[in-house]
T-cell receptor, first 112, second 114 residues
Framework: AQSVTQPDIHITVSEGASLELRCNYS??????LFWYVQSPGQGLQLLLK??????LVQGIKGFEAEFKRSQSSFNLRKPSVHWSDAAEYFC??????????FGGGTRLMVKP | EAGVTQFPSHSVIEKGQTVTLRCDPI?????LYWYRRVMGKEIKFLLH????????ESGMPNNRFLAERTGGTYSTLKVQPAELEDSGVYFC????????????FGNGTRLTVT
């Protein structure tokens, strides 16, 4: 079965600094990968997804992620973090039947 | 279009009581999913409906949990009787009928069992 690991439970960055959140997956074939964000009091919002094609995918809110098969990674990046980006971020992979397997989440804090 | 709606947003009940969570998916979405996040753990799959049929309920923790989706529209998830370890956030998601269509999540119901 597929699995997803987010090695960093908490990350703190200064506003305006760049951000990279790590995600590693375990899957035999080409995975379908997602990043979701949960802001305080909100549900899970889809930031971006990778199914096939270009390995660098653009998402909403200025986020991007790069699929690297050789490293089994799908790291999320943003060049300049805003205070409103403080939230919890989840990497996920599709299992059969459209079932998502989630990583444990990374909580992002943004320092002024 | 309206998103996935969950009710209530919070529920606090005592151990042994019954609670029913409701999810209204996006109109026209055949797929409906329930997920749960227990404090400090990953978000875990509970079950998947396709219209009114249970496609996969492998994630349901035990027979104290009962999910229904009458008429293929809204869904309910009943916990009876609730136990302390049932506390967590219950998410509902829906998606269209085609393969690998993205899941749209509701805001979740935070359940606290005391």
């Amino acid at each position: 079965a597929q699995s997803v690991t987010q090695p960093d439970i908490h990350i703190t960055v200064s506003e305006g600094a760049s951000l990279e959140l790590r995600c590693n997956y375990s899957y035999g074939a080409t995975p379908y990968l997602f990043w979701y964000v949960q802001s305080p009091g909100q549900g899970l919002q889809l930031l971006l997804k990778y199914f096939s094609g270009d390995t660098l995918v653009q998402g909403i809110k200025g986020f991007e992620a790069e699929f690297k098969r050789s490293q089994s990674s799908f790291n999320l990046r943003k060049p300049s973090v805003h205070w409103s980006d403080a939230a919890e971020y989840f990497c996920a992979v599709y299992n059969a039947g459209n079932m998502l397997t989630f990583g444990g989440g990374t909580r992002l804090m943004v320092k002024p | 279009e309206a998103g996935v709606t969950q009710f209530p947003s919070h529920s606090v009940i005592e151990k042994g009581q019954t609670v029913t969570l409701r999810c209204d998916p996006i109109s026209g979405h055949d797929n409906l999913y329930w997920y749960r996040r227990v404090m400090g753990k990953e978000i875990k799959f509970l079950l998947h409906f396709v219209k009114e049929s249970k496609q996969d309920e492998s994630g349901m923790p035990n027979n104290r949990f009962l999910a229904e989706r009458t008429g293929g529209t809204y869904s309910t998830l009943k916990v009876q009787p609730a136990e302390l370890e049932d506390s967590g956030v219950y998410f509902c998601a829906s998606s269209q009928g085609y393969s690998n269509s993205p899941l749209h999540f509701g805001n979740g119901t935070r359940l606290t069992v005391t």
